[in-house]
């Protein structure tokens, strides 16, 4: 497997990595908890728009106002007060996030009452209670529980006289909010608070709404309620919501041809405020019940007015500023309070402040208003997008870091890594977008660094193994000085190369040296060496090392060439036939010579000190022509190689005589034995016998031993006593069925 291959199979596990994440449960409380907090802290708080205002119920006010710390006790002329004075400076939509769950002195509820009614403007809280109710079967036993949501208005006659009621359920601490609901399923799909506030605000544009609706969609069922002069019907507002919003669920396609409408419409001024209140409708309506909060700041960031101030404007804000002016506002009246220990309706969010201090829930109210209205809520990505950008980041990612070195890899994915951190910063920022960060940053970056460095490792390591065993030959100086043209420092070098090993071994020398003198047999091996190095030289081949009868001869270049695996062959053939002289020399004795050769890689090293080395080759592939010279003494053969030897010559006629895996070996080689030229008319003539031993093979391969055995029987036969037939029928007399049989004869011996 090359370099770009390698690269290309981490990028796809990198990218399935970050797939499968982002498909588990976890994955969105993860990118909330650690990457949506991150993003907002690294931008900072920002200035919240002038539409909204929050009026505080504080522990200042109380004490200004003389009144007691808990907010409840507080008497409800205060807040008929507040109100009066809020109509009077021009407050567009007044939302008093207060519930006024019991009654009082009717006469004091009568007054709120008509002071809420008078001003045509408020939304009043209604508090959501979840009622559990334990199930039990026919048995008796507990088989569950079910959870009904109940709404629970403010008391008679206070809650007849706002324009709307809405809800706004949170999560309670130390649950984080992210989140807001628009439209809450468990309540009827009842527009909340912030939705309720915004549909209010602009009201001016409303009828515009419907008939750009009545325009694109003729046949579509518009509410009937209708606003007079900007304001709504008394407690006709929600249910104009809730058909608006069933409409578009019915038709998805009327979002797309209202927000084209829209884009096709250059208004500038007051006409462009226009057209993104028409803007912020359509989101409300076409958009998920749910959105992102886009927090503008800690506690108090949102323009912010204590209670007290607002009843008594004579009393400056703090450095003599007067208070600003109201009109066309949006107003929240709530709990909201500096210090932690009075804060009465508090939440837990990514501003809260590690003195204890959360946002309350008017401040997230009114932020949720504002984000509505600017259109500025935080945008994640769909889950398509999200795969496709942990596809795409996995793949570049796996990719780079593979095709690198080690170091260059963790700089690399490091400085990719802060690409991407800048560019989601940059996007969240400016756009309100929510790239992921934990998958990309904490899990697939990491993921693709470490493989590669353990990959790296494991490659170096099985290199390193495959050249370990050295055989200490030495190579002639202008093999040396070709190798080491790019040595330094004065010192030798390793350097990988490709080569091709030739190895022979005597058949009778060991009963030869028993009837001989020490000198004549030292004559004879002369003789026989003699015979045996020169059709090596003549055709390119280095002798690598002799010892006792046996000879290593390679071919090496610095990259895979086919002609020098020809010559080694050429060198097999002509060894055999210089062998098979009648005498060797001048010496009446003939020696029988068993050939094996493969090729592959091998590491040409220095070894030595000082002023002394010396290159030895060092590679696996030595020890197995070794091995597979030494097979012949089993098959009857004479010259015997790899598949990889032959690969891309057809010169040659050669008989496949099997697959073997060689002792201490997990792979089979498929070893063939060299007959002769293609060409040669001798070689022709055994085609018959080729082809029915061929068949035999394959009989054998594919687990078939009646059939070998007959096949290799017949071949014997025609053949003339062959040894490989012969070591066949013996293993097919012994071979019993086994369903792991892969063909390849596994080799005890080495």
């Not at 009654?103 to 009452?113: E, F, G, H, K």
């Not at 500038?268 to 028409?278: E, F, P, T, V, Y």
């Not at 020490?518 to 055709?539: K, S």
Request: glycine share 6%; hydrophobic share 45%; proline share 6%.
């Amino acid at each position: 497997m090359n370099r770009p291959t390698r690269a290309a199979v981490l990028g796809i596990l990198t990218a399935i990595l970050g797939v499968l994440v982002c498909l588990t449960p976890f994955v969105l409380a993860l990118e909330e908890s650690t990457g949506l907090d991150w993003l907002f802290n690294r931008r900072g708080p920002v200035v919240a728009p002038d539409d909204v205002v929050i009026v505080s119920i504080d522990k200042a006010s109380a004490n200004a106002l003389g009144q007691s710390v808990e907010p409840d006790e507080w008497p409800r002329e205060l807040h008929t007060r507040l109100l009066n004075t809020l109509s009077a400076a021009g407050a567009s939509v007044i939302v008093l996030d207060i519930h006024f769950r019991e009654q009082r002195l009717a006469a004091v509820d009568t007054a709120l009452a008509e002071a809420i009614s008078n001003s045509h403007r408020v939304v009043l809280f209604e508090y959501t209670r979840k009622d559990i109710t334990r199930l039990y079967d026919k048995a008796g036993q507990y088989s569950g529980e079910l959870i009904a949501q109940r709404l629970m208005p403010p008391a008679q006659p206070i809650a007849s006289a706002p324009l709307a009621l809405a809800p706004f359920p949170l999560p309670v601490f130390p649950v984080r909010v992210n989140q807001f609901w628009a439209f809450t399923p468990g309540t009827g799909d009842l527009p909340t608070e912030p939705v309720v506030a915004l549909q209010l605000y602009t009201a001016a544009v409303y009828p515009e709404l419907l008939a750009l609706i009545s325009q694109l969609s003729p046949a579509s069922q518009l509410p009937a309620v209708q606003t007079v002069a900007g304001l709504f019907e008394p407690r006709a507002v929600v249910a104009s919501m809730q058909t608006l919003r069933k409409l578009f669920r019915q038709d998805p396609a009327l979002a797309t041809a209202l927000y084209s409408t829209l884009d096709r419409q250059r208004t500038a001024g007051d006409g462009a405020r226009q057209r993104n209140w028409l803007q912020a409708l359509i989101n409300i309506y076409a958009r998920a019940d749910s959105h992102y909060l886009n927090f503008y700041g800690p506690p108090q960031t949102i323009n912010t007015l204590s209670y007290a101030q607002v009843l008594q404007p004579d009393n400056a804000l703090p450095g003599g500023q007067p208070l600003p002016d109201l009109a066309g506002k949006a107003v929240f009246v709530g709990y909201s309070e500096r210090l932690q220990p009075e804060q009465l309706d508090e939440f837990y969010t990514v501003y809260s402040q590690n003195n204890g201090l959360h946002l309350s829930g008017v401040e997230i109210a009114a932020t949720a208003f504002a984000n509505l209205l600017q259109g500025s809520t935080i945008k994640p990505l769909s889950l398509p997008e999200q795969l496709l950008l942990l596809t795409a980041w996995g793949m570049l990612l796996g990719i780079l870091v593979r095709l690198l070195s080690p170091v260059a890899a963790v700089a690399g994915s490091v400085a990719l890594a802060a690409l991407y951190l800048l560019g989601s910063q940059w996007l969240f920022n400016t756009h309100a977008l929510w790239l992921p960060l934990v998958i990309p940053l904490l899990i697939q970056g990491p993921f693709a660094l470490f493989t590669t460095i353990v990959w790296h490792y494991f490659e170096v390591r099985r290199q390193r193994e495959g050249i370990r065993t050295a055989f200490g030959l030495y190579l002639p100086a202008a093999v040396v000085d070709e190798l080491a043209s790019d040595l330094a420092d004065g010192k030798p070098e390793s350097r990988l190369v490709f080569g091709t090993c030739l190895s022979t071994d005597a058949e009778k020398y060991t009963t030869l040296s028993e009837g001989m003198s020490p000198d004549a047999l030292a004559e004879l091996m002369n003789a026989y060496y003699d015979t045996l190095f020169q059709p090596v030289r003549a055709h390119g081949g280095i002798i690598s090392d002799v010892v006792g009868d046996a000879m290593l001869a390679i071919w090496t270049s610095s990259k895979p060439e086919s002609g020098l695996r020809h010559q080694a062959i050429l060198a097999a053939l002509a060894i055999n036939d210089a062998v098979r002289q009648p005498e060797v020399g001048n010496i009446p004795h003939h020696l029988p010579t068993r050939i094996g050769l493969h090729t592959g890689q091998v590491m040409i090293g220095s070894i030595g000190a000082v002023d002394h080395f010396e290159y030895r080759a060092v590679g696996d592939i030595v020890n197995t022509s070794t091995r597979i010279q030494g097979m012949n003494s089993s098959l009857g053969t004479r010259i015997l190689l790899t598949g990889q030897v032959l690969a891309g010559l057809d010169a040659f006629l050669t008989r496949d005589i099997g697959s073997f895996v060689m002792a201490g070996k997990t792979q089979p080689l498929v070893i063939h034995e060299l007959i002769g030229y293609r060409d040669d008319t001798t070689t022709i003539a055994r085609s018959e016998q080729l082809a029915l031993f061929a068949a035999a093979i394959n009989a054998f391969r594919r687990g078939d031993w009646t059939c070998a055995r007959k096949l290799f029987q017949q071949h014997d036969a025609v053949a003339g006593s062959d040894g490989v037939s012969r070591y066949y029928l013996n293993l097919c007399r012994h071979q019993r069925p086994d369903e792991n049989w892969n063909g390849a004869i596994k080799l005890d011996s080495k």
